[in-house]
C-alpha cells in the first residue's frame, strides 16, 4: 500500500506572519473544467473477494488483502455508509449497531462507481480527479478496469474527470509514466467528459519535490516529465507540497523551477491544519503568499479543502470545513481540490458516512458523524461541498457562516434516482436482454422485448409509495443505435395490480446525436409505488428497447 499522504509533515505552521493579505488578482485562465470549479479527488481503490476482480482480495479494506477486514485485520479510520449500494460484501467485523451485516462495497462493481458519480452530480461536484498510482505492478489491471468504469459512470451522470498521477513508490517513473499515457491513459480524453482546460485534456502530477522516502526523484527527472507531459498539448497540474514556494519542511529544494512550470498548483493540506484556527493561519502565511506568487506568474491557483480528519474530531459538524471555503473563495482562488472524495483510509471523505453508532460496526471504535454531539446526515459533506462550490462560482454570496444545516429538516429532500437498482417486471424479452439492464446503471446494456408483437411493458417496483416527478429514458450512448421514435404510454399503481393511466401513448424521438435520451415530465401530486412504460410502436426497430430508466422524485 502507498505511503499516507497524511504523515508528511509535523509542524506545517511554523512559518513568519505576514502583515497584510495580498489583493487577489486573476491569473491567465478563464473558467474550464477546473478553473472556477469544483474538483475531488477520488481514489476507487477499494474491492473485495467476490467482485471477480484481478486482484481477488480486500484491496485498501484491509492490512493483509487476503483476509476479509475485521477489527485486528483493517486498513480504515472511518467506515462507509452503504444504503445506496445494490451489491455489498460482507466482512468479519460484529453486526452494524443497528443488527444488520457490516458489508463494504468493491470499486470493481460498476454499481459502486456509479452510485459515486450519481453523488458527485446530485451535489455538484464539477470534476472528478481519478488518482492512479504506478499501474506497471500487480494493481494495474484493477486500476484499469476502474478507469474504465469512471469514464462510463462520468458519461452516464455528465460528470467531468482526468487522470491524476501519483508517483509515490514508482521506481521507473520517468519512463514510465510517459508510456502509461501514450499506451493507456491518453484514450480517455476522447470522452466528452474528459475535462479540458483552455482547450486541453487535464492531466495532473502528485508528489513531485516532496521531502519524502517515497519520491526520491531529482529535478532534472521531474522537469523532463513536466516538460514531455506540456509537449503532449496538456494542461498539466501539480500536486505539490504545501511549502512549494519556499522550498523548505514538507519540500526538497532546488524544485523551485519544477513548480512554476506547471500550468497550475494545487499545493497538499491534509495533516497540515485541524481546526478553524488553523485554517486562518494559513489563509494568511500561506495561502495569500502562494494566490500571490501565482498570480504574478500567470499560474492558475487551486488550494485545498478538506472536510476534517473524522477519527481524529476535526469536522466540528461543517465548521471547519466551511471555513476553508470561505477563505479560499475570498482569496481568490481560481479552483478548489476537495481531499477526498472517498478516502476511508484518513478518514477524510466527504461521501456518505453513518450518522450515528447506529450504522457503525459494534465495538470497532469507528466514529460517526454526530461525535461532537450534533448529528449530522449521511450526506452532509457532500451538500457543505455544493455549497462550497456555489459560492466559489458566485451563486452563493461569500459568507463566513455555513448555509447547509447538518440535518434538513425543514426543506425538501435531495432528488434521487428511485429506479436504480429496483426490482422489475416485463412482458416479455429477447434473447438474454431482460428487463433487470433498464435499472443497472449501465449505459450499454439494455432491454428489448419480443419483436413483431407490440403492444409490450416495462415495469418497476419503487419499493415504496413514492412522489415521482419526472423519468429519464435512454438507449445505448452508441451512434449505431440510429434516430428512432418510440410510441410509449406511462401506467401507475401504488398496489401493483390495479394500473391507471398517467399519460397517454406518445412518440419520443430518442437520437444519438444528443445523447440518445428523453425526459418525460408526471403530473404534479402523482404518487405511486409501480411504474409501467407501454411501448406501442418503435421506428428503429420492431420491439421495446431501454437501457435506462431513471425516475427522479
Not at 451538500?383 to 462550497?388: H, I, P, V, Y
Request: contains cysteine; neutral net charge; glycine residues 10%.
Amino acid at each position: 500500500m502507498p505511503l499516507s499522504r497524511r504523515t508528511f509533515l509535523g509542524s506545517a505552521l511554523a512559518v513568519p506572519a505576514l502583515t497584510a493579505t495580498p489583493t487577489p488578482a486573476s491569473a491567465g485562465s478563464p473558467p474550464g473544467d477546473v478553473v472556477g470549479k469544483i474538483t475531488v479527488g477520488y481514489q476507487g481503490w477499494f474491492a473485495a473477494r467476490g467482485d471477480t476482480s484481478p486482484i481477488n482480495g480486500w484491496w485498501h479494506w484491509s492490512d493483509n488483502w487476503g483476509e476479509p477486514p475485521s477489527p485486528a485485520n483493517h486498513a480504515l479510520q472511518s467506515w462507509p455508509d452503504m444504503t445506496d449500494y445494490a451489491n455489498k460484501y460482507a466482512t468479519a467485523f460484529g453486526t452494524l449497531g443497528n443488527g444488520q451485516p457490516a458489508t463494504v462495497f468493491s470499486n470493481h462493481d460498476y454499481q459502486t462507481v456509479d452510485v459515486h458519480f450519481r453523488w458527485m452530480r446530485e451535489y455538484g461536484c464539477d470534476t472528478a480527479a481519478l488518482q492512479r498510482f504506478n499501474p506497471t505492478g500487480g494493481e494495474g489491471p484493477i486500476r484499469d478496469a476502474v478507469t474504465a468504469h469512471v469514464r462510463r459512470a462520468a458519461e452516464a451522470h455528465g460528470v467531468k474527470f482526468y487522470i491524476m498521477y501519483d508517483v509515490t513508490n514508482w521506481t521507473n517513473m520517468q519512463s514510465e509514466i510517459k508510456a502509461d499515457w501514450i499506451n493507456k491513459m491518453r484514450a480517455y480524453t476522447s470522452s466528452p467528459m474528459y475535462a479540458r482546460q483552455n482547450g486541453k485534456p487535464v492531466v495532473c502530477v502528485w508528489g513531485f519535490g516532496f521531502n519524502d522516502p517515497g519520491r526520491p526523484f531529482t529535478p532534472q527527472q521531474c522537469q523532463d516529465v513536466v516538460d514531455w507531459f506540456k509537449g503532449q498539448g496538456v494542461y498539466l497540474i501539480g500536486g505539490v507540497p504545501t511549502h512549494w514556494r519556499r522550498e523548505v519542511e514538507d519540500s526538497r529544494p532546488g524544485f523551485g523551477g519544477v513548480y512554476r512550470s506547471f500550468h497550475m498548483l494545487s499545493p497538499w493540506m491534509v495533516g497540515r491544519i485541524g481546526n478553524v484556527a488553523d485554517s486562518d493561519h494559513f489563509h494568511a502565511n500561506v495561502n495569500s503568499p502562494d494566490q500571490a506568487e501565482c498570480d504574478r506568474l500567470g499560474i492558475d491557483y487551486q488550494p485545498c479543502v478538506l472536510p476534517g480528519d473524522l477519527s481524529r474530531r476535526h469536522r466540528a459538524h461543517g465548521d471547519f470545513m466551511w471555513r476553508q471555503f470561505y477563505n479560499m473563495v475570498r482569496l481568490g482562488a481560481q479552483g478548489i481540490y476537495v481531499s477526498m472524495f472517498d478516502e476511508y483510509n484518513e478518514a477524510n471523505q466527504i461521501a456518505k458516512t453513518p450518522e450515528t453508532q447506529a450504522g457503525i460496526p459494534v465495538g470497532s471504535g469507528f466514529l460517526a458523524l454526530d461525535e461532537d454531539g450534533t448529528r449530522c446526515s449521511s450526506d452532509y459533506y457532500l451538500r457543505l461541498t455544493g455549497d462550497g462550490g456555489r459560492m466559489l462560482k458566485g451563486l452563493l454570496a461569500l459568507t463566513a457562516v455555513r448555509p447547509t444545516k447538518p440535518v434538513l429538516t425543514d426543506t425538501p429532500p435531495v432528488e434521487r434516482d428511485l429506479a436504480a437498482g429496483r426490482p422489475t417486471t416485463q412482458s416479455s424479452q429477447t434473447q438474454h436482454y431482460g428487463s433487470h439492464y433498464a435499472v443497472d446503471a449501465d449505459p450499454h446494456t439494455y432491454w428489448e422485448s419480443a419483436n413483431g408483437a407490440f403492444p409490450q411493458w416495462i415495469g418497476v417496483d419503487l419499493g415504496t409509495v413514492a412522489a415521482p416527478r419526472r423519468m429519464v429514458l435512454s438507449l445505448p450512448p452508441n451512434p449505431a443505435w440510429g434516430r428512432r421514435t418510440q410510441t410509449v404510454a406511462v401506467e401507475a399503481s401504488t398496489d401493483g395490480s390495479a394500473f391507471t393511466a398517467v399519460l397517454p401513448a406518445t412518440g419520443h424521438v430518442f437520437d444519438p446525436a444528443t445523447g440518445n435520451t428523453v425526459t418525460i415530465a408526471l403530473p404534479a401530486g402523482l404518487n405511486a409505488r409501480h411504474l409501467r412504460l407501454r411501448f406501442s410502436g418503435n421506428t428503429g426497430w420492431p420491439a421495446g428497447q431501454l437501457a435506462r430508466w431513471q425516475v427522479w422524485g
